[in-house]
């Protein structure tokens, strides 16, 4: 109704301005190149507007003609990124759907379609995870690393790849810059400090450690246990170049850290053995055993009494059982203490609460040799022999990481190198 309304009006007065017009008098006489034209003013008027409507026709026509191919351009673009994307979201669903050829092929069809790696790198690597093309992921990675919002997760991907191919430096250097970006990430520090570790880059390690206290990103006793192992090759480092002074400085600092890491005890009573201090070499034996019995500080205390007669060594041993005097290991080493000093009697007691605690092949060894040294019955010692066959192993260091076993502790393990895992058990 409005629009009627002012099409009425308009209509109107466009009437009324040309009735006007046409009842104005007036001429007009244009005189160009030789040319003379007479006229009335409403004629020329009129002829001005025609002239301008034909202009403005010429002027869409000429804008159709002449924009028609870049319009074209554009209708292509747009149809190829409408394509791109349905290719991305298909390909996505195909991720989703575990289907590894079908995700290939849409990654690459959204790559050409799109051209647009911030766009369709996710889908291109989760294809190439699926495929297992590691030569795809390495460079999707490397591209990931270019930009700024990406940088980490292809620093993180690089990282994943390189520990996937055994190439530990190439794997230290991907987990620095990753950490670098994000402190805090989870994982990241732990992962570059075993990297560290095992290449012997403890200075380094040592500052890994400094950034996951500082953004929390490992547990306290974690960082602790982590810090203590430091301390603990730093030390065992010293010994080898011949520093005993600076090795005992640093195999206390890792107990007074973690205080049942037995081999950073063991290390410093051998050390305060060494430079004549007895008596604090025991206590330091003692206060450990009283938390954490374990053989390799009975083997140190032994080593405390180097010219007691066996007598004297049993009287010796209690010293240090009595502090935990329920440990199965305490009693081993009472036992043969005892069988070393011929009271069989007494080792016969602790073999048999050791047997009845945690039966061993070490046990039923030490029961074969009572046999054999009191009662010379070799019959017997055989049938201690046989059932130490049957028995459970006895305990060792244990990497957690791939179960190797080993008589004796090391910061990495020997097998698959990863560092702090040996526990004994
Ligand atoms: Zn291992």
Same mark, same amino acid.
């Given at each position: 109704m409005k629009r009627l309304l002012a099409f009425l009006l308009a209509t109107g007065l466009v009437v009324a301005g040309a009735v006007w017009l046409a009842d104005q008098p007036g001429e007009v006489v244009i005189h160009w190149q030789g040319w003379r034209v007479d006229t009335t003013v409403p004629v020329l008027l009129a002829a001005l507007v025609v002239l301008l409507l034909l202009l403005g026709v010429a002027g869409r026509l000429a804008w159709l003609i002449l924009g028609a191919p870049g319009r074209l351009m554009r209708a292509r673009l747009a149809a190829r990124t409408r394509k791109g994307y349905v290719a991305l979201s298909d390909g996505l669903a195909a991720v989703a759907a575990g289907d590894r050829r079908a995700a290939a092929r849409l990654a690459r069809k959204a790559d050409t379609l799109l051209r647009d790696k911030a766009v369709t790198g996710l889908l291109t690597v989760q294809a190439a995870q699926m495929s297992g093309d590691a030569q795809h992921l390495h460079h999707y990675y490397q591209t990931m690393t270019e930009r700024p919002e990406t940088a980490f997760l292809g620093f993180k991907g690089l990282l994943e790849l390189a520990l996937k191919q055994g190439e530990r430096s190439e794997a230290r250097e991907a987990a620095a810059r990753a950490l670098a970006l994000q402190?805090?990430?989870? /994982?990241i520090a732990a992962t570059l400090y075993d990297l560290q570790m095992e290449a012997g880059q403890l200075t380094e390690a040592e500052l890994t450690l400094a950034v996951a206290r500082r953004h929390s990103s490992l547990p306290a006793a974690e960082l602790a246990r982590r810090r203590a192992l430091v301390s603990l090759a730093r030390a065992e480092a010293a010994q080898a170049a011949g520093d005993t002074a600076a090795a005992l400085a640093l195999a206390l600092d890792a107990r007074d850290v973690q205080p049942d890491l037995i081999p950073a005890v063991s290390l410093a009573a051998g050390l305060y053995r060494q430079a004549g201090k007895d008596r604090k070499a025991a206590l330091l034996l003692q206060s450990a055993f009283r938390a954490t019995p374990h053989p390799e500080l009975v083997t140190q205390w032994a080593a405390? /009494?180097?010219?007691?007669t066996p007598l004297e060594r049993v009287k010796r041993m209690q010293r240090l059982v009595e502090t935990n005097p329920a440990s199965p290991d305490g009693h081993l080493a009472l036992a043969e203490a005892a069988l070393n000093a011929k009271l069989w009697g007494q080792a016969r007691t602790h073999l048999d609460t050791a047997r009845t605690q945690r039966p061993s092949p070490r046990v039923f060894a030490q029961l074969a040799r009572l046999e054999r040294d009191e009662k010379h019955d070799e019959a017997a010692a055989l049938a201690w022999l046989a059932q130490a066959t049957t028995s459970g192993a006895d305990p060792a260091w244990i990497c957690r990481s791939c179960g190797h076993a080993a008589p004796v502790f090391s910061v990495c393990c020997p097998a698959c190198a990863a560092p702090g895992r040996m526990e004994w058990r």
């Open positions: 402190p805090a990430a989870d /994982g405390l /009494g180097g010219t007691d």
